[in-house]
């Protein structure tokens, strides 16, 4: 087997697969990708229980990623949108519809919108163009200040924060306090407003796997771990954990989650993480018409945000069957039953009929979700550098979206192509 390749890709998820898809185009094959796991997608995978598609933790596309147009055209992905807003509960027990005026005009008079205090909806729609007419690169220029900060700055009330910054942008960073960057926060304010959410056909493993698919065999090697990297004067040393195979690379990409490319980079410690767990349910009945996401009042309870996936795309369940998703960020160190059951319960509030119609059918937890993003982990990213022939890619380069794992991979294999 060839142990000299001109690059070495490690980590066969979105970064890793939009670097190799690059060096297709540009005309390199002299490159290996080492994946460790027997397929692609690394954290965007489905997986498949009782002829239900599940997604490892809820995610979402967003239709104005300028990487759907160049590195993954949306079309490919046969997507299935979300309602371009979300169910909000307004008050204990009681949800409206919070949706972007613009999509969904219908909803304007009777929505949550309608109710907002008028100096919020101003504000909303001030930072809300001030965000649109700014380009992505200035909009995530590290602000140093979290995004409770930002808001309060700019004037919003607590009710409006607790109502719907919290709990839409808090399930969006994995993060109730708000801590996060306030950069991340106006940059997903402009994707959101000119954009739309979606789920590829059949789920969000079908992002990887359609970029997986239109490699040459033989370019990715699955089952494949990296022990270590060492610089030599031919190159770059790759020391595979098993059977203690040697490769040598000219150049390489560590496309692979942030811990893995702190210990391969010897950056040091590992990144801050924070974790969730998703809960589905099955069902013969919906709970809810349309395809929006549901947002719980914080409160007492458990769940961050819920979503009748099937009524998004009806292919992830059996048919006659529907399919719900639950995110929890805190599982109250309750085990796997007591959890569903509170989730379920959490649910009820909003739709009683969750008790007896909902069914357990499979809970995924996600410790490594994302990297914690608050103002000092962002400036701390950004300033590490790495050794000669050393290419990241991933969460850590920009941010931790679909948007930053398609495009740093492709931005890290022209880089490297520049080099040679």
């Known amino acids: 087997m060839k142990s000299k390749f001109r690059v070495v890709i490690i980590g066969g998820g979105l970064s ?8 297709l185009d540009r005309g390199c094959r002299d490159f290996v990708l080492l994946e460790r ?46 309602g371009a807003g979300a169910l909000v509960e307004e008050q204990p027990g009681e949800i409206r519809c919070l949706a972007h005026p613009l999509r969904h005009p219908s909803k ?18 001030k930072q809300a163009v001030e965000c649109i007419f700014r380009d992505d690169q200035s909009l995530l220029e590290p602000t140093g200040q979290t995004a409770l900060t930002w808001l309060k700055q700019k004037g919003f009330t607590d009710a409006m924060i607790d109502s719907f910054f919290r709990p839409f942008f808090g399930g ?35 992002m990887s796997q359609r970029l997986a698919d239109e490699i040459p065999i033989g370019k990715i090697r699955y089952r494949t771990e990296v022990g270590t990297i060492t610089h030599t004067d031919d190159g770059v040393l790759i020391s595979l954990e098993e059977g203690g195979e040697r490769i040598t690379a000219g150049k390489v990409i560590i496309a692979t989650d942030p811990g893995a490319l702190a210990k391969l980079s010897g950056w040091g410690d590992p990144p801050e993480f924070r974790p969730t767990k998703v809960i589905y349910y099955r069902s013969d009945e919906r709970l809810y018409q349309g395809p929006w996401i549901v947002l719980p009042s914080k409160g007492n309870g458990i769940v961050q945000h819920f979503v009748q996936m099937t009524n998004v795309d009806p292919s992830l369940a059996p048919k006659g069957q529907s399919l719900l998703s639950a995110t929890v960020l805190d599982d109250r160190g309750l085990d796997d039953e007591m959890l569903a059951a509170e989730v379920k319960k959490d649910i009820a509030r909003l739709f009683p009929e969750a008790e007896t119609l909902l069914e357990t059918l499979c809970i995924i937890p996600v410790p490594a979700a994302l990297p914690v993003q608050d103002p000092e982990a962002i400036s701390g990213y950004r300033q590490h550098t790495f050794g000669e022939g050393i290419f990241p890619a991933g969460d850590l380069v920009s941010n931790a979206s679909l948007q930053n794992a398609l495009q740093s991979g492709r931005d890290a294999a022209l880089k490297v192509l520049d080099r040679y």
């Open 37 to 82: 796991n027997a397929v692609p997608g690394g954290r965007v995978r489905t997986v498949e229980k009782d002829g239900f598609r599940l997604d490892l933790g809820f995610q979402v596309g967003l239709s104005s990623y300028p990487a759907f147009r160049r590195i993954l055209p949306l079309r490919l992905l046969e997507p299935r949108f979300f």
């Open 172 to 206: 969006v960073f994995l993060d109730n306090e708000l801590e996060t960057d306030a950069s991340l926060l106006r940059y997903y304010l402009k994707k959101f407003i000119i954009g739309r959410a979606f789920v590829p056909r059949g789920g969000m493993g079908e």
């Open 108 to 125: 304007i008079s009777n929505g949550i919108f309608s109710k907002l205090p008028l100096a919020d909806r101003a504000r909303l729609v």
């Open 16 to 23: 890793g697969l939009s670097a190799a898809h690059t060096l």
